[in-house]
């Protein structure tokens, strides 16, 4: 009996061990690069602390997102902050005199592009729609306004994740050394 019961224990324990030396290797890999990912977490705070509330008028549905006129404050009350996507016949007015604050969760004023919108099942966006949705900053979007007129803008994701791998890639690019 004491056998069988020392038996036991011993392959019950064996995995246990194997099993112990793999989040050891992990934390081995992850320690001998903790700067990378220091500077990946400042990258997705700065996203988070630029983040903006882009609410506004759909003037563009372009394959890869959408160019909206934003600075429609009065999209944020209810009930129309209950969706993202709010259909054109909404009543919305663009607010005047307003200033974009450099604070997270700011109202987003101008022209600017969003990407990564989220899926809503049956609704797709249409130009004269509004949205209103958070955005994180991806840098500049560049689009043909009319004709062979291109024109500029910021761009911004819906999604925090790609925003700040975007941004970290952009900044790892510049602090990489010259070939």
Not at 57 to 80: E, F, H, Q, W
Request: charged share 20%; proline share 7%.
């Amino acid at each position: 009996m004491r056998i069988a019961l020392l038996f036991v224990f011993a392959v019950l324990s064996a995995p246990a061990q194997t099993n112990f030396a793999a989040p050891a290797n992990a934390l081995a890999a992850v320690s001998s690069s903790p700067s990378a990912a220091q500077r990946f977490e400042k990258v997705r705070l700065e996203c988070i602390q630029n983040r903006r509330m882009i609410c506004g008028k759909i003037l563009k549905v372009l394959p890869d997102g959408l160019v909206v006129d934003s600075g429609y404050t009065n999209l944020m009350r209810a009930p129309l902050n209950r969706s993202w996507l709010i259909p054109g016949t909404a009543v919305a007015t663009r607010a005047t005199n307003l200033v974009e604050a450099s604070q997270p969760d700011a109202v987003c004023i101008g022209l600017v592009f969003v990407t990564d919108l989220p899926k809503s099942p049956g609704a797709k966006p249409k130009v004269f729609d509004y949205v209103n949705i958070e955005g994180f900053p991806v840098g500049l979007y560049t689009y043909a306004s009319v004709g062979t007129l291109q024109r500029t803008v910021r761009e911004f994701s819906h999604k925090l994740d790609k925003a700040a791998q975007w941004n970290f890639d952009q900044s790892e690019g510049q602090n990489a050394p010259m070939k």
